[in-house]
DNA sequence: TATTGTGAAGTGGTTCACAGCT
DNA sequence: AGCTGTGAACCACTTCACAATA
């Protein structure tokens, strides 16, 4: 398959949302003009993104619900579930234990690690918080998708080498720094700072952007 | 001033993350490189980000620390600080209110709120968690300068309504909803969903990106 | 008439390459 | 020699416009 450009798979995920939102509202089909709405883009952008994957729609009628639905979880690869490895059991790795887009998606947090041994034994969402040292035997045996780093700056890159040493292909990260990885292993970046600072830039001159 | 695209401000700030961190060390100047690889770009990136506000560097030399730092504060507006208003003061909010982010670069937060009773009145970093009723009469007294809205999809389209109501002009929304808002007002959505849809993507066919 | 599918045109951000200082 | 500053070329994403179809 050809490359599809970051802000496209983005924008596939808003429509995606918004069909599910429309299916249990019993909805047999929706316009490009429904989901640019939901997707913050224009209908020709809606039509120029699905037709790059074939064709989904009928002309003078629209898009059929929960077909389309169907096909976008194909595209983005969301066929099965993901096994996710949460390492940071402080008051962020709390919240994002309870966090429902995890579970509701087929993303499940199969454990939660931890260096501090005062909060090791301690439960979260269900789960008991591991210690960090048990990672690498813990995913020999049952291999995890997807990490997500929730520990301070300073650990972050140790523990990001764990994850990529145990197997982990995919790195979600709170922590505001830069994570080298090899080649090959995809990081994703959510970064607070870099969000205030936009807000910062955008109340700059007195009115918002 | 000319438009400045996202993707832009996005690599600034990183920069300026970066010259603090050399700040720090007493470096007297940084090379483009340097500040390329501290922001996901090329060397050419970074000289032509700079000088579309300016020449600040020296041929042969490089960019002075303390200098270029002082004038990206500036170009980003962080040259003073800024009132943070959070509503929510679930386990997301508590994530929130310690994160050092936040007071380390001139973002105060000035109060945290809740609609639940049960929460009123506890504390969080210090903070005593008000009444989200009290919002609009509080800034009233005190404007706030950013709302982050830290509660479920449900009530977050009412909370930004509020914030809006109440003179704030930059938003930050945790809650996976997009959210409708006057001309004006800057809104910046972290969605936690969308990025695991992303890395979901990326693991697509079995090897990451 | 309503709405999709898509080649073509347009727009804007990125990379190149080299002149200009130190 | 080393490194910045920048116009020009390049590339990629977006928008347009209209043919195709229900």
Redesign the interface.
Known sequence: ?KH?A?ST??R???Y??FLEACALEGQETVSSRALAE?G?ATPAQVRKDLSFFGSFGRRGVGYPVPDLAAHLRE????GRT?RVVLVGA???G???A??E??GD?G?RIAAVYDTDASKVGARLDGLVVRGAERLGTDLEAAPA??GVIGVPAASAQGVADALVGAGV??I?NFA?V?LVVPE???V?H?N??????????????G???
Not at 75 to 78: D, F, Q, S
Not at 192 to 205: G, N, P, V
């Open positions: 398959m599809v970051p798979i983005r596939l995920s808003l995606l949302h939901a913050g595209i983005l690869g969301l993901f402080g008051r962020l709390a919240a994002l309870h966090f887009g995890f998606r993303f998708d997807i292909k995919a979600l505001p830069r090959g292993i995809s994703k959510v607070l700072a870099l969000e205030l600072d936009a807000l910062a830039f955008a109340l700059r001159d009115s918002g952007r």
